[in-house]
């Protein structure tokens, strides 16, 4: 979060990416840091013990959400 904030703050487009696990966190945080909402893409958790192919599936899988996450007008 802290990432999205940071490049928002240089002009750069930016989405926040974290798995399920971290819905209701993100959200607190985003508040805690002035936003009240981000652009957000949250994939199946857990990863920690995904291999790389499955880590590209998940990407692969989330690439349209991301995407629509920077590229959106809302």
């Known amino acids: 979060m802290h990432d999205f904030v940071a490049l928002e703050a240089q002009g750069v487009v930016a989405a926040f990416v974290a798995s399920s696990e971290f819905v209701d966190a993100a959200a607190t945080q985003a508040r805690a840091l002035g936003y009240a909402a981000?652009?957000?893409?949250?994939?199946?958790h857990p990863?920690?013990?995904r291999t790389d192919t499955e880590?590209?599936?998940?990407a692969e899988k989330a690439l349209a959400d991301i995407l629509a996450a920077v590229t959106s007008t809302g």
């Not at 981000?38 to 199946?44: E, I, L, N, R, T």
């Open 47 to 49: 990863i920690q013990d």
């Open 55 to 58: 880590m590209g599936e998940l």
């Open 38 to 44: 981000v652009p957000a893409v949250f994939v199946p």
